[in-house]
T-cell receptor, first 112, second 114 residues
Framework: SQKIEQNSEALNIQEGKTATLTCNYTNYSPAYLQWYRQDPGRGPVFLLLIRENEKEKRKERLKVTFDTTLKQSLFHITASQPADSATYLCALNAGNNRKLIWGLGTSLAVNP | KAGVTQTPRYLIKTRGQQVTLSCSPISGHRSVSWYQQTPGQGLQFLFEYFSETQRNKGNFPGRFSGRQFSNSRSEMNVSTLELGDSALYLC?????????????FGSGTQLSVL
């Protein structure tokens, strides 16, 4: 069956370290993949979009990689800060009608 | 520029009732998508409207419906509410069709069905 998976367990890291979150998918050939941040009680906020022909994308302390062979995207936050604590969601377009499919998200806690 | 506005923020209803949620997209955005979010299922796509036409639909029963007005504002209606409809309902807007662009989300409407 088609599915998209993110680390189900919460990720706890120390301030200043690099956080790495994983998004794996099966049976899709997405044209692109997006990452969002969601805080409790709020809607997701767009962070980065990476296309199938791009290996890597950066924005300030954020970096996303996209490996269509492994069917995996990695999301990195370098020099993490407590303010980075949130749930991070990945989404990809899938199917003939190109609907966005979402992972369940990974909760990140950055400890001071 | 104002963000996506959803009203009401919180809603409590009882089983069997109906509810209407409202979404005002960012000015100039023509696409509005609706999602249901629950802890176990994550974000589930309900439908997308673009220029007043339903462009895409998720796998939800016919009790869930929506519409879009000429000013791009959108409403979502759920009839005959069930306990399982309790969720955070999010709308998102984009300039063009949602699957080609980043989405801008509202803060959502937290619906509780008792």
């Amino acid at each position: 069956s088609q599915k998209i998976e993110q680390n189900s367990e919460a990720l706890n890291i120390q301030e200043g370290k690099t956080a790495t979150l994983t998004c794996n998918y099966t049976n899709y050939s997405p044209a692109y993949l997006q990452w969002y941040r969601q805080d409790p009680g709020r809607g997701p906020v767009f962070l980065l979009l990476i296309r199938e022909n791009e290996k890597e994308k950066r924005k300030e302390r954020l970096k996303v990689t996209f490996d269509t062979t492994l069917k995996q995207s990695l999301f990195h936050i370098t020099a993490s800060q407590p303010a980075d604590s949130a749930t991070y969601l990945c989404a990809l377009n899938a199917g003939n009608n190109r609907k966005l499919i979402w992972g369940l998200g990974t909760s990140l806690a950055v400890n001071p | 520029k104002a963000g996506v506005t959803q009203t009401p923020r919180y809603l409590i209803k009882t089983r069997g009732q109906q509810v209407t949620l409202s979404c005002s997209p960012i000015s100039g955005h023509r696409s509005v998508s609706w999602y249901q979010q629950t802890p176990g299922q994550g974000l589930q796509f309900l439908f997308e409207y673009f220029s007043e036409t339903q462009r895409n639909k998720g796998n939800f029963p016919g009790r869930f419906s929506g519409r879009q007005f000429s000013n791009s504002r959108s409403e979502m209606n759920v009839s005959t509410l069930e306990l399982g409809d309790s969720a955070l309902y999010l709308c998102a807007s984009s300039k063009q069709v949602a699957t080609n662009e980043k989405l801008f989300f509202g803060s959502g409407t937290q619906l509780s069905v008792l």
